[in-house]
């Protein structure tokens, strides 16, 4: 599926609105840290008029909505933090860049749900000079600076062995939880063939796949 998302990811969101936090007095923040599966603005050019989690019907229905009313149940009102990385996908080996997403990190969150990694395959000729895993686990611990933070990390929802087994290095050395999504992607039935004209649109996470994300990662939580 990784050729068939030709959603770029630059300009996924303007910078000055890579991070965007909501604030309901609630005692638990939460992190979302993402890319166009998070958080893509509209694009028009590509049939892409919304601003939510990309192939979702509706907000409510992207996986961090989705997630967000799971966990309200449990804690009562959250406070909720949503950061569109998909540039630093494509920059993954800058360390420096990753300033560029101070206000993520400045939230200060209890729980940082890291679902991101499918645009690093956009880079992969830079793979062996910058192994992923490294720069992976910096871009975590910059966001994850409470100690006691809960980090949840999911794997790709497209598969990549490459990506995937970088990701789970970092998340076993650092005791992190891991959330498989890779079935999902093998599904068609969990994305939006055919309700979009563009490609790259329509093979992301309709409801159904959006729902079953948000669900693998609220039970971890």
Not at 24 to 36: A, H, P, R, T, Y
Not at 92 to 119: C, H, L, P, S
Request: charged content about 30%.
């Amino acid at each position: 599926m990784f050729e068939k998302n030709t959603v770029k990811a630059t300009e996924q969101v303007k910078k000055e609105r890579y991070v965007e936090c909501y604030q309901q007095d609630g005692k638990v923040k939460v992190l979302f840290i993402g890319n166009s599966i998070t958080r893509h603005e509209p694009k028009p050019e590509i049939g892409w008029d919304n601003d939510w989690g990309m192939a979702a019907s509706c907000r409510e229905n992207d996986y961090v909505h989705v997630a967000v009313r799971f966990l309200e149940e449990k804690f009562g009102k959250i406070n909720y933090c949503v950061a569109n990385c998909g540039h630093w996908e494509l920059n993954y080996y800058n360390d420096k860049m990753i300033t560029d997403w101070q206000r993520a990190r400045d939230f200060n969150a209890d729980i940082v749900v890291v679902r991101i990694g499918e645009n690093i395959w956009n880079v992969k000729d830079k793979f062996m000079e910058h192994p992923i895993a490294p720069h992976f686990d910096k871009m975590i611990k910059y966001f994850a600076i409470n100690p006691n933070a809960k980090v949840i990390v999911t794997g790709l929802f497209w598969r990549c062995v490459e990506i995937e087994s970088a990701i789970k290095h970092v998340v076993e050395e650092n005791n992190y939880t891991f959330v498989c999504l890779e079935d999902l992607g093998d599904d068609c039935k969990n994305m939006a063939i055919g309700q979009y004209w563009h490609e790259g649109v329509s093979v992301h996470p309709a409801d159904e796949g959006m729902r079953k994300i948000a669900e693998r990662i609220v039970e971890k939580i």
